[in-house]
């Protein structure tokens, strides 16, 4: 007899309207105000400490997956597990690269296209296979969350709605004063330059209108408390 082969975990469809309007409430709040909620997810944070220690991993990813349970807030239709889990884990892979080479190759130059990027998403997905099915999830979940991991950072387009959201949660963190103050010095920008960046091409880049509104409203906050009108 031969195994069948396991079905695959169900995502949902990214509506082609851009950006992707919220189906449910937005909150454009500051993130501080709501952490991410529930320890369901405390145990894949243990088996991952290690990996949280590179490249900021332990403020981003936890800020980024506050942000996460915001955006499924926003869109219902989303299966909020995959979404939460992916978020927590994407980035987990920068803790097994060669630490010189994260600012040397991965924040410099066409840094979007270096090897770097890509190894980090391979041992993203290494990571979560390894962790993952000893804390009981099952193997087409993991299997989704692998698909999202694997080219968060390099591939193009977003092939499913749970796909668009850890991406937009992914850039969601640098509006908050918290992502300007690790991320301006891996891009070797001051406080001023990086947020106008942040206006110029990441805003452009998100997917969802609850994203668009959430990095807005956090854009505007960060400059006023960074006085970046005045300091530049
Ligand atoms: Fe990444
Ligand atoms: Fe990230």
């Given at each position: 007899?031969?195994?069948?082969?396991?079905?695959?975990?169900?995502?949902?469809?990214?509506?082609?309207?851009?950006?992707?309007?919220?189906?449910?409430?937005?909150?454009?709040?500051?993130i501080s105000?709501?952490?991410?909620?529930?320890?369901?997810?405390?145990?894949?944070?243990?088996?991952?400490?290690?990996?949280?220690?590179?490249?900021g991993?332990?403020i981003h990813?936890p800020i980024?997956?506050?942000?996460?349970?915001?955006?499924?807030?926003?869109?219902?239709?989303?299966?909020?597990?995959?979404?939460?889990?992916?978020?927590?884990?994407?980035?987990?892979?920068?803790?097994?690269?060669?630490?010189?080479?994260?600012?040397?190759?991965?924040?410099?130059?066409?840094?979007?296209?270096?090897?770097?990027?890509?190894?980090?998403?391979?041992?993203?997905?290494?990571?979560?296979?390894?962790?993952?099915?000893?804390?009981?999830?099952?193997?087409?979940?993991?299997?989704?969350?692998?698909?999202?991991?694997?080219?968060?950072?390099?591939?193009?387009?977003?092939?499913?709605?749970?796909?668009?959201?850890?991406?937009?949660?992914?850039?969601?963190w640098r509006f908050d004063h918290a992502g300007i103050a690790l991320a301006?010095?891996?891009?070797?920008?001051?406080?001023?330059?990086?947020?106008?960046?942040?206006?110029?091409?990441?805003?452009?880049?998100?997917?969802?209108?609850?994203?668009?509104?959430?990095?807005?409203?956090?854009?505007?906050?960060s400059?006023?408390?960074?006085?970046?009108?005045?300091?530049?």
């Open positions: 007899m031969t195994a069948q082969p396991a079905q695959a975990h169900r995502t949902a469809d990214l509506p082609a309207e851009r950006p992707v309007p919220a189906a449910g409430p937005v909150d454009a709040s500051p105000l709501t952490p991410a909620a529930g320890d369901d997810l405390d145990p894949v944070w243990r088996s991952v400490v290690t990996e949280t220690r590179t490249r991993n332990d990813l980024s997956l506050a942000y996460a349970e915001r955006l499924c807030d926003a869109h219902p239709d989303a299966d909020r597990l995959l979404v939460r889990v992916a978020i927590l884990l994407h980035d987990t892979g920068w803790g097994r690269v060669d630490e010189s080479r994260i600012i040397s190759e991965g924040f410099t130059g066409d840094w979007r296209k270096a090897a770097i990027r890509f190894e980090h998403e391979k041992q993203g997905c290494i990571i979560a296979r390894e962790v993952l099915p000893g804390l009981g999830y099952a193997e087409p979940f993991v299997d989704a969350v692998c698909a999202i991991i694997d080219g968060h950072d390099t591939r193009q387009d977003a092939y499913s709605l749970e796909d668009a959201l850890v991406r937009d949660a992914d850039r969601l301006s010095g891996w891009f070797r920008m001051d406080p001023a330059t990086y947020t106008d960046r942040l206006q110029a091409e990441i805003i452009p880049e998100l997917i969802t209108a609850a994203a668009v509104e959430m990095a807005s409203a956090d854009l505007g906050r400059r006023a408390l960074l006085k970046t009108a005045v300091i530049r």
